[in-house]
């Protein structure tokens, strides 16, 4: 791949040539997951390609003030999130975050986060990785995700204790994922690339009996 | 299945976790000067209680931090959970206290 010295415009088409030739995790279920959807009950999506970011720095550090000044703060506890504008910071351990950000931030695409990031990091204790292609994103939304989401995982999602805007590293359907809750009746979830079929199928089934009439 | 306490991220199943075997199995000050048998019983000789038994997890699909744990190896009962590099928090001490690893 050879570069040279392009005008912007020449950069942009770059990109838009960089997103066409790739494949998503779960590209393949693209189909089965627009029929599997049922409009108004519960709809699964796969979000491709979302730029995400693994930050490590000790909290309450220099080093993870200068971090959080670019992404305008960092979580400081279990579930916490911090959100700003349409980058999210998600809390994965003591020192440990996930920056969840829209595709175009990735320097493929001429973002600039990563380099901000690094660049914030300089040679303080910590790390900024780019995790991108580790893991993708499914979104369930709906009034019944929940109960979808009830069918493998351990943690209770009843509204009163989980809260929208509180992402958890957990277990569903007995594979690590993040689970963040989005939204009251939306949830974005993280497998890793290798789990995106077996959860995107596991979804599927859980979300069949759905479209079947409730039986009273 | 267990529910255990993680101090970091509150209570979670078991499978969530991973397990670390026996906890304050000091390394050896001067691991040069063990002679074979010495060495062994360092790496692979441990404690088998029957009762309450100081133990080492990690929360493997959550935070992915290390921590103690008593349980009781018969009822399974979680007796307390601390952090890495404390002393067991226990009445009865520990046969081989000293820093965890």
């Not at chain 1, 550090?61 to 579930?79: N, Y």
């Not at chain 1, 709906?142 to 109960?147: I, L």
């Not at chain 2, 133990?55 to 349980?71: A, D, I, K, Y």
């Amino acid at each position: 791949m050879a570069e040279t010295a392009a005008s912007p415009t020449s950069e942009k088409n770059l990109a838009a040539q960089n997103l066409a030739v790739r494949t998503s995790p779960a590209r393949q279920l693209a189909e089965a997951f627009a029929s599997g959807s049922l409009a108004g009950t519960v709809e699964l999506a796969e979000v491709p390609f979302l730029t995400l970011v693994g930050l490590r720095a000790q909290a309450g550090s220099e080093t993870a003030q200068r971090l959080a000044s670019v992404t305008g703060g960092l979580p400081a506890q279990c579930g916490g999130t911090v959100t700003n504008g349409d980058t999210t910071v998600l809390w994965l351990g003591p020192g440990e975050f996930l920056v969840v950000a829209p595709t175009e931030a990735h320097e493929s695409l001429g973002g600039d986060l990563i380099q901000a990031l690094q660049s914030a990091l300089a040679d303080g204790q910590g790390q900024v990785v780019d995790l991108s292609a580790n893991r993708t994103t499914f979104e369930l939304t709906g009034p019944r995700a929940r109960a979808v989401l009830e069918k493998g995982c351990s943690l209770d999602l009843h509204p009163r204790v989980l809260k929208a805007g509180t992402a958890y590293s957990t277990e569903v359907a007995n594979i690590p994922v993040i689970l963040w809750k989005t939204g009251e009746e939306s949830f974005r979830i993280f497998p890793r690339a290798s789990f995106a079929e077996f959860l995107g199928r596991w979804l599927l089934d859980a979300m069949r009996e759905y479209a079947s009439p409730e039986v009273p | 299945m267990l529910l255990i306490s993680c101090p970091n991220c509150g209570p979670r199943d078991e499978t969530e976790f991973h397990y670390g075997g026996q906890a304050h199995v000091a390394y050896p000050e001067n691991p040069n000067e063990l002679n074979d048998v010495e060495w062994s019983r360092y790496l692979f000789y441990r404690a088998n209680t029957k009762g309450t038994f100081a133990e080492r997890w990690v929360h493997s699909t959550g935070c992915r931090q290390w921590f103690n744990m008593l349980r009781d190896t018969v009822s399974y009962d979680i007796k307390a959970v601390y952090p890495m590099g404390t002393p067991r928090p226990d009445t009865t001490p520990a046969a081989p206290e000293g820093a965890a690893k």
